[in-house]
């Protein structure tokens, strides 16, 4: 699978230089093929749930965007 041109847009926004060298782009890019095998809803969930349950981490540090809950993939 050739991840560096993946079917169908997966991220709207463009990211910034920082965040391409973060682990929001790896954490993103494993949505994107779980999601690809069917098992992406946990995947989602339980990062959408450790970043609620830790609200005093600051994600953009490891290069989340403040938009990253509005692209199409996290919602």
């Known amino acids: 699978m050739d991840?560096?041109?993946?079917?169908g847009i997966w991220l709207q926004?463009?990211?910034?230089e920082f965040s391409k060298k973060k682990p929001f782009?790896?954490?993103t890019?494993?949505?994107?093929l779980c999601n690809a095998?069917?098992?992406?809803?946990t995947y989602k969930r339980n990062t959408i749930s450790?970043?609620?349950e830790n609200p005093d981490i600051p994600i953009y540090k490891i290069?989340?965007?403040d938009h990253w809950?509005?692209?199409?993939?996290?919602?």
């Open 50 to 52: 450790l970043i609620e």
């Open 25 to 27: 782009l790896i954490i």
């Open 13 to 16: 926004y463009p990211l910034s």
């Open 29 to 32: 890019s494993m949505l994107y």
């Open 3 to 7: 991840i560096s041109n993946p079917r």
């Open 69 to 75: 809950n509005r692209e199409s993939i996290w919602r």
């Open 63 to 65: 290069g989340f965007p």
């Open 37 to 41: 095998i069917n098992a992406g809803d």
